[in-house]
T-cell receptor, first 109, second 113 residues
Framework: RKEVEQDPGPFNVPEGATVAFNCTYS??????FFWYRQDCRKEPKLLMS???SGNEDGRFTAQLNRASQYISLLIRDSKLSDSATYLC??????????FGTGTSLTVIP | SQTIHQWPATLVQPVGSPLSLECTVE??????LYWYRQAAGRGLQLLFY??????ISSEVPQNLSASRPQDRQFILSSKKLLLSDSGFYLC????????????FGPGTRLLVL
């Protein structure tokens, strides 16, 4: 079983739409959680950390459900510039990060 | 501020040739360092990580090796490349304290022919 699983998509949504991605992780000892964004042929960049209480950064909201071992990312009012692949990342210890395969998002004009 | 460099940016190598990719970090000390590979259309695969000079942990057995000769230098090597070694190689660092994020270099795109 993979450490982190994501729906690969693709998600094709119109501008202004709200879209949500989910991610599940297998190890209940996982400590930290993140969403990264990766543009085509570029390196991943941190989008936001995910805290137990949930957190929001502008149009982006991240949630963590430890009991069910899943993480979500909600994007409101989608922009064309949001088109990218979104990677779910789980940190097991200080040395071990596990990446999902990513969810592809295309925002259509 | 911290920066991470990788070179070369792109590389085309014949099967059986050696490989050396370099990664350096600036603006921090004693970082954890990582090498990942991302094959076309696939997720990131952790290859090696290091918590200090000369300390290397391998996640996946293969024909690649890694070395950390200096605190902020991480090198990925191979004696003989295989076709399956083609991919996007990413170096990353994180703070030793854990509970933090990883920061990625710009990557090296390797094509083995």
């Amino acid at each position: 079983r993979k450490e982190v699983e994501q729906d690969p998509g693709p998600f094709n949504v119109p501008e202004g739409a709200t879209v949500a991605f989910n991610c599940t992780y297998s190890n209940s000892a996982s400590q930290s959680f993140f969403w990264y964004r990766q543009d085509c042929r570029k390196e991943p960049k941190l989008l936001m950390s995910v805290y137990s209480s949930g957190n929001e950064d502008g149009r982006f909201t991240a949630q963590l459900n430890r009991a069910s071992q899943y993480i979500s990312l909600l994007i409101r009012d989608s922009k064309l510039s949001d088109s990218a692949t979104y990677l779910c990342v789980v940190e097991l210890t200080g040395n071990q990060f596990y990446f999902g395969t990513g969810t592809s998002l295309t925002v259509i004009p | 501020s911290q920066t991470i460099h990788q070179w070369p940016a792109t590389l085309v190598q014949p099967v059986g040739s050696p490989l050396s990719l370099e990664c350096t970090v600036e603006g921090t000390s004693n970082p954890n360092l990582y090498w990942y590979r991302q094959a076309a259309g696939r997720g990131l695969q952790l290859l090696f990580y290091s918590v200090g000079i000369g300390q290397i942990s391998s996640e996946v057995p293969q024909n690649l090796s890694a070395s950390r000769p200096q605190d902020r230098q991480f090198i990925l090597s191979s004696k003989k490349l295989l076709l399956s070694d083609s991919g996007f190689y990413l170096c990353a660092w994180s703070r030793q304290s854990g509970g933090g994020t990883q920061y990625f270099g710009p990557g090296t795109r390797l094509l083995v022919l």
